[in-house]
């Protein structure tokens, strides 16, 4: 009497990815109890395609400490790769080193890096941050001089007093540093000033020119009173009236903080700061070289609570802490009427480069109690935010990657912190180091958000990708691309339509 068709009548998709949590009597039509290195397109189901290695020639037994694109104004993209300390772009199938950008870093240690003004900006936490601009890599913020110069009197001018002199540096986007010290105190009467030993820069600090500064006389204000167009000249004839000084000498222009996170929004810089761990740093608007005295947000307690990671989602900066996450609401560009809110959630992030923004969400490798649970995603509605408003779906069943919670439990809980993710096409890639001994990014995990199929119970599939050892991944000219997270040296790209990975078959 009754006739039994299965599956049901109509189209029959595979789409929903992996579901290991539950029992196969119970999960999805379209999902599997265990699928790896698929890919989902239009409700069927097919290999991922395969990497392959970029650079021919290893760039020595080293681990990629990460790994960007430096976008140029004329269109011209910059991969930037950092293994061993050294700094490299990728030239054809070859990776030529950066002179300027060898043996700076530690070997190991991840480097952080947003993009502003033409600019890639990098640290590492370790040391002084550094910028590059396709050509140079100098330092990122514009260390004012520290030596001093020498001073006689010459011929018959308008000086007539008791003067002291400042010296200022300026890099190529003619922003300038803070002053130097000021000198001993010269007397004239009726005389130029004939000043040499004018200090000048290494070629790291990214100086073009520089300014000189100098009190009225028997004064305690600098004023300027003359620039040297380049960094090499050492001499200058002072021959100004205190009536023809021009502007004040900058106070206010201090360098930026040696940090592990950065991003950029709303044309300035946010960035950590490892001496002071509970400040976040930011720049003036399309400024990003240097910081003022109080240009920071404290965030956190500087003990146990300390900034771990930033993301942005609508127009808010999310500070992520070790026991909290942190909202700072920016209602327009003036910092004094930024507020900071706490997230109501219990959840937090440890992975700088794992957080990752999708249809209006961000989502981020979530930590509970120390403890990695999965992929949690934070969102806000349209109006404005507020403590009692902004939610974030969390823990529990309500992870993004509930479907294969026992996947993520199997996660390295002590190298949650190189967890590292990206978009592309629609898809979440997420590099985590799963147990049994290993210590190393060693499997990726897909969340896939592009599927028009899933079922009103979905709103994204799952799949893991095996045979990956991904430290970092970066898009390059619209093309996906990953620097190892072993000691080999090697860059790959994603290549369409390879079923294998470096010629290894894609299990």
Same mark, same amino acid.
């Given at each position: 009497m009754f006739k039994k068709?299965?599956?049901?009548?109509?189209?029959?998709?595979?789409?929903?990815?992996?579901?290991? @949590? +539950?029992?196969k009597s119970l999960i999805e039509d379209n999902e599997s109890p265990s699928c790896a290195n698929v890919i989902f397109n239009a409700g069927s189901v097919g290999t991922r395609d395969g990497f392959s290695k970029v650079n021919t020639a290893s760039v020595g037994t080293y681990v990629c400490d990460g790994i960007y694109s430096r976008q140029g104004q004329n269109s011209s993209d910059t991969m930037v790769a950092f293994f061993g300390g050294h700094g490299f772009t990728l030239v054809g199938t070859s990776f030529s080193t950066i002179p300027s950008a060898q043996s700076i870093y530690t070997a190991g240690t991840r480097i952080a890096g947003a993009q502003m003004e033409n600019h890639l900006f990098v640290n590492n936490g370790n040391v002084i941050p550094? @910028? +590059?601009?396709?050509?140079?890599?100098?330092r990122h913020g514009i260390y004012p001089p520290t030596d001093t110069a020498s001073y006689v009197t010459g011929a018959g001018g308008n000086p007539n007093g008791a003067y002291s002199y400042k010296f200022t540096y300026v890099n190529s986007a003619s922003v300038e540093s803070d002053a130097s010290t000021f000198s001993t105190t010269l007397t004239v009467a009726a005389s130029k000033i004939e000043i040499s030993s004018i200090p000048v820069a290494a070629q790291s600090f990214g100086?073009?020119?520089r300014n000189i500064y100098r009190t009225v006389t028997s004064g305690a204000t600098f004023f300027r009173v003359g620039s040297i167009s380049d960094n090499t000249t050492t001499v200058f004839s002072d021959n100004i009236a205190d009536a023809s000084l021009g502007a004040l000498a900058p106070v206010d222009k201090g360098v930026p903080p040696k940090y592990t996170t950065?991003?950029?929004?709303k044309n300035r810089l946010f960035m950590n700061d490892t001496a002071n761990p509970q400040f976040i740093w930011y720049t003036d608007i399309d400024e990003p070289y240097t910081v003022g005295p109080l240009s920071f947000l404290t965030l956190g307690d500087g003990s146990t609570d300390l900034v771990k990671a930033l993301g942005i989602q609508d127009s808010n900066l999310v500070v992520f802490c070790e026991r909290s996450p942190w909202i700072v609401y920016?209602?327009?560009t003036t910092p004094a009427n930024w507020r900071i809110v706490r997230a109501k959630s219990d959840m937090t992030t440890k992975s700088p480069f794992g957080i990752f923004n999708y249809n209006n969400k961000l989502a981020f490798p979530a930590v509970q109690n120390d403890t990695f649970i999965g992929i949690s995603a934070l969102a806000s509605g349209t109006q404005e935010?507020?403590?009692?408003?902004?939610?974030?779906?969390?823990a529990g069943g309500v992870t993004k990657s509930d479907r294969v919670e026992p996947d993520m439990f199997d996660m390295a809980d002590a190298y949650v912190g190189n967890f590292s993710a990206i978009v592309h096409k629609n898809r979440a890639l997420i590099s985590m180091t799963k147990t049994a001994g290993n210590t190393l990014n060693n499997i990726v995990y897909v969340m896939d958000f592009s599927n028009s199929n899933l079922s009103d119970k979905q709103t994204e599939s799952w799949c893991p990708y095996t045979g990956l050892n991904v430290a970092q991944f970066v898009i390059h000219n619209g093309l996906l691309y990953y620097g190892t997270s072993t000691a080999t040296g090697f860059v790959y790209q994603e290549s369409s339509g390879v079923y294998s990975d470096d010629g290894t078959a894609i299990d």
């Open positions: 068709i299965y599956p049901n009548r109509g189209k029959l998709v595979f789409d929903g990815g992996k579901n290991s @949590k +539950y029992e550094y @910028k +590059y601009n396709g050509v140079a890599f100098t100086v073009n020119s950065i991003i950029y929004h920016m209602a327009d935010p507020t403590t009692t408003y902004l939610t974030l779906l969390a």
